[in-house]
């Protein structure tokens, strides 16, 4: 990717995470990091969001609420496990309550580790699903062309 | 009056920072009744002491909570050094305490960015959030991580913060404190966030004592108590200790109380790095804990009385570990703080009790 074309917003949902790594994605937009200069907002519509962060792991409860955010995002859209917690559910892995990471609701496109994430790490997920995001949209204005 | 209509709120909503769903009962404008369903960030944590000893748990009790991390861990630790009758040494005690109140120096920032946020103050909510970066350089240097330490163990601490270290913190909180009260005066001055917080979410003092509130929450409301002034621990030295109170039982008060609190943790911890004690960090721990010995602790998390009680079964793993956490507790407050609160003031009012969803569902 040479240059991104557009400014990502991204819409952030706690799945059953400690909080931990909740603060680091607010952080990353906060001064510190500082994501907002290069456009990147945060927004409680899932409709706005291009990029979709989740943190913390799958349960029994929040299954269906974050299939219905994913859902509501329109095309294209990527999705990023920020954390052991969505990646895999780390170090809840064997809890009873606990389904797994993310992918086991939604396709994941980025994994970002780490307990808690740094926000280093998730603004590198975030260049990365810059680059999907990218292709998703060239592949869908071909496929508009095509039919 | 209109007819009663429910309007569902949350888990994910635009103006909500935790996974919390309301069913909210209005008439016209006011609610009449707040019915909260909670259980999306529900793990079964507790369990997990079956499987992991008592010693490998410290990791996940720290997970508990993102925000409060480091009080969990010490909550947990000193809960298992009284089942074991462990006698930690005084230097850990005191780090303890200093990691202790920088957790809440950063959590209570965290929360008036938040606060801010929720009335319409954006650019006061960045100011926040930078401030508090500097409390997790802090923490960056004295113990590796930012928000999850793992610095804390069953027996003392793992690291100790050298003299040239301790004397930079004194330092960075100096520059911190100056910077904060220019902060503070934003939140308890401006008469737009008075206009928006004075008299609204009002909780009294016979509610607060019968529903047993805690923390921050109560203190607004005058009731006295915190647990720092039983002097467990460290805190048992300090030269004075009084808790910060609050008679207006509304958000703003709640708002102030944290606000004060701020520069009261900034203080402990410099009246703790003057008097630091020299010595071991920790202690060897060994054998485990009795069939049947049972051990509680309490401890002031940043959102209040944090409640940990342990049991043993004689084996390396503990036969049961519970924990009653400050928001679980207030949660029945915040119901009744709601109840005749304008619509629009219902983030407001839920902000103030400062929710923390993962350690009340842990
Ligand atoms: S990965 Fe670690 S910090 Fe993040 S939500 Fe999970 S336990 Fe918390």
Redesign the pocket.
């Known amino acids: 990717m040479s240059y991104a074309t557009k400014s990502p917003w991204v819409i952030h949902y706690d799945g059953s995470?400690?909080?931990?790594?909740?603060i680091e994605v607010l952080a990353a937009l906060c001064p510190g990091y500082d994501v907002e200069r290069f456009g990147i907002i945060n927004t409680g519509n899932p409709k706005h969001a291009d990029i979709f962060l989740v943190?913390?792991?799958i349960n029994e409860q929040n299954i269906s609420v974050v299939q219905e955010i994913y859902n509501q995002m329109v095309e294209p859209k990527v999705v990023i496990a920020?954390?052991?917690?969505?990646c895999s559910a780390?170090?809840?892995h064997d809890c009873y309550n606990v389904i797994g990471g993310v992918d086991k609701a939604i396709p994941v496109d980025v994994y970002a580790p780490?307990?808690?994430?740094r926000p280093e790490a998730i603004i590198d997920a975030v260049v990365q699903g810059l680059a999907i995001l990218d292709e998703k949209s060239k592949a869908l204005k071909a496929q508009k062309k095509g039919a | 009056m209109g007819k009663a209509t429910i309007i569902p709120f949350g888990p994910q909503h635009p103006v909500l920072p935790e996974p919390l769903h309301l069913d909210l009962v209005v008439e016209d404008e006011k609610v009449v009744e707040a019915i909260p369903q909670i259980g999306f960030v529900h793990r079964g944590l507790e369990k997990l002491v079956e499987t992991r000893d008592y010693n490998q748990f410290i990791y996940v009790a720290e997970?508990i909570c993102?925000i409060c991390a480091f009080g969990h861990s010490y909550g947990y630790a000193e809960t298992v050094e009284r089942l074991m009758g462990v006698e930690v040494p005084e230097r850990a005690q005191y780090l303890r305490v200093i990691w202790h109140e920088l957790s809440r120096v950063h959590s209570h920032i965290l929360w008036l960015g938040l606060a801010a946020d929720a009335f319409g103050y954006e650019s006061l909510f960045m100011h926040c959030w930078r401030l508090r970066e500097r409390v997790l350089d802090i923490f960056e240097k004295t113990t590796g991580g930012r928000?999850?330490f793992s610095v804390v163990k069953v027996g003392g601490v793992v690291r100790d913060i050298d003299a040239a270290q301790l004397a930079e913190i004194i330092r960075v909180l100096e520059g911190i404190k100056q910077d904060y009260k220019q902060i503070m005066d934003a939140f308890l001055k401006d008469s737009s966030v008075m206009n928006r917080t004075v008299g609204v979410g009002y909780l009294s003092f016979e509610d607060a004592t019968n529903l047993s509130m805690v923390g921050p929450f109560a203190r607004a409301s005058n009731v006295p108590y915190d647990v720092r002034s039983l002097g467990i621990g460290a805190y048992g030295s300090l030269s004075d200790f009084e808790p910060i109170v609050d008679a207006q039982g509304d958000c703003y008060a709640r708002m102030k109380v944290r606000a004060l609190e701020v520069l009261q943790s900034i203080d402990i911890i410099e009246e703790m790095i003057a008097r630091i004690p020299s010595g071991d960090i920790a202690v060897a721990v060994k054998g485990s804990p009795a069939d049947g010995a049972e051990a509680a602790c309490v401890v002031e998390q940043p959102r209040g009385e944090c409640y940990y009680y342990a049991r043993g079964n004689g084996s390396k793993n503990l036969e049961r570990m519970r924990m009653r956490t400050p928001t679980s507790q207030n949660l029945a407050g915040m119901v009744k703080a709601l109840e005749g609160c304008d619509l629009a003031d219902v983030n407001m009012v839920i902000l103030t009790i400062d929710p923390c969803i993962s350690c009340t569902e842990r």
């Open positions: 995470s400690c909080n931990g790594c909740d943190t913390g792991s920020c954390g052991i917690c969505a780390g170090i809840f780490g307990c808690a994430v | 997970r993102g928000v999850i």
